[in-house]
């Protein structure tokens, strides 16, 4: 018992999103390269598995969305059951969260994967299915045991689940909690997304629990969470996988480890490792008055301060300013495409067409004088009724609109094709 007592390592890792349909982030990514994406997803996950199995952890903890459940297929249901099966009676341990929740039609549910003619879960993968919190002993030490809960449905959770004592009812002195939910404070680019506040909770609502440890998930960033006293009380591994382009850089999983030593007080430490053999990057560049050789040289120099590796990342370029009408700017583009694996671009330029002197008498003229006399009525027609933001009436015309026309117009007279602005 004295030796079980000095340590317990784990491996976490969450929001992997198995068989998302990358439709977030404006990530646009072709149909042959989402399934290959998804299809190294799994092998990332297959990686991660093989390094726990190797390390010898004591458990893998999984706080939530590890698939999307209204999209998840068969096949990939089918090869998670075999790679847990493959781990033996190390224990993985799962809490649903709002993507990948526990119902009757749930994945999860032993009742649906026999209706579907697949496998059961093995015995070592302990899924919590109430939206209450339970407490399971670990299977193999009696000094450990889990503390967790499911969603039950994709939707946002207002409860504070934390605010009041969790009972563990096992009287293990080392209680590892896996939880789905946001902490107040967390700060990561996707903090502000609108369903991102579930199932919410405080640093101190946290420290006031008997958890040795708490693996959460939700959070897409890696985070740590401390104590008062400076102690490590949980983290974030945040999305195992890039998805979108708010999950740039490198992704992670964790392993953890739990050192008891003479004072019977844990010292928690995590090592944050990626598996996912592809990254996410985001570039910007402002091209003003930059001819097409040093727009060339700024993007690629944008991309490199980034870390963007050939080959292999994929790159969301953001580009904005006006640049002389002579300079090729969809060529310039075009030569990054084949250097990644997918580049995505958002484009807000425009050719510097106003910055030249023009005939009025031509058509060209003509055509530059109405279209700015027809942006100037739309605009202060809008002030009158109020119309500030587009949002508002989006069905009516806005200044914008109405120069994206003049410089459509512009582009289709003079270079006989259209540069349509903000799309790939």
């Known amino acids: ?32 390269q989402r399934y290959e994406r998804n299809n190294e997803m799994l092998l990332s996950l297959y990686r991660a598995l093989e390094e726990a199995a190797r390390r010898r952890v004591d ?39 709002n993507r ?9 549910n032993p009742r649906v994967l026999q209706a579907r003619g697949l496998p059961p879960w093995p015995d070592n993968v302990i899924v919590f299915d109430s939206d209450e919190f339970k ?14 809960r499911a969603f039950q449905k994709n939707e946002v959770e207002k409860r504070r689940l934390l605010n009041r004592p969790v009972a563990l009812r096992t009287g293990a002195p080392l209680n590892f909690f896996v939880h789905h939910g946001f902490l107040e404070g967390y700060a990561g680019p996707d903090a502000e997304i609108a369903d991102k506040y579930s199932a919410p909770f405080s640093v101190e609502e946290l420290e006031s629990q008997a958890f040795t440890y708490s693996a959460l998930g939700h959070c897409h960033e890696f985070a740590e969470v401390y104590s008062s006293q400076g102690k490590l009380i949980g983290a974030y591994g945040g999305s195992f996988v890039g998805r979108s382009f708010e999950e740039a850089g490198p992704r992670l999983a964790l392993f953890g480890t739990v050192i008891v030593g003479p004072s019977r007080i844990p010292e928690c430490t995590v090592e944050p490792y990626e598996f996912d053999n592809r990254r996410i990057y985001v570039a910007g560049v402002d091209v003003s008055g930059l001819t097409e050789e040093v727009m060339g040289e700024e993007i690629s120099l944008a991309i490199q301060e980034q870390g963007a590796r050939q080959g292999e990342d994929i790159v969301y370029l953001h580009l904005e300013g006006s640049y002389p009408p002579e300079a090729d700017k969809s060529s310039v583009i075009e030569r990054f495409r084949d250097n990644f694996f997918h580049v995505r671009v958002a484009d807000h330029t425009r050719p510097d067409y106003l910055s030249e002197r023009f005939d009025e008498r031509t058509t060209e ?8 006399e027809y942006k100037r009525r739309v605009e202060k027609g809008r002030a009158e009724a109020g119309l500030l933001d587009s949002s508002v009436a989006p069905d009516s015309v806005s200044g914008g609109t109405a120069e994206d026309a003049l410089y459509y117009g512009l582009d289709a007279l003079r270079r006989q094709k259209v540069d349509v602005r903000n799309v790939d």
């Open 100 to 108: 990948d929740y526990y119902s009757f039609a749930s994945p999860y």
């Open 365 to 372: 003229g003509k055509f530059i004088e109405a279209m700015l």
């Open 59 to 97: 458990a893998i903890f999984i706080p939530g969305d590890l698939f999307d459940a209204d999209t998840v297929t068969g096949p990939t249901i089918n090869y998670l059951i075999e790679s847990f099966s493959r781990l033996g009676n190390l224990p993985v341990v799962i809490a649903p969260g």
């Open 1 to 32: 018992m004295e030796s079980q007592l000095k340590r317990f390592t784990f491996l976490q890792l969450s929001d992997v999103h198995l068989d998302s349909r990358f439709l977030s982030g404006r990530l646009g990514l072709s149909h042959s």
């Open 135 to 148: 407490t399971i002993k670990h299977p193999l030490r009696e000094d450990v045991c889990f503390i967790g």
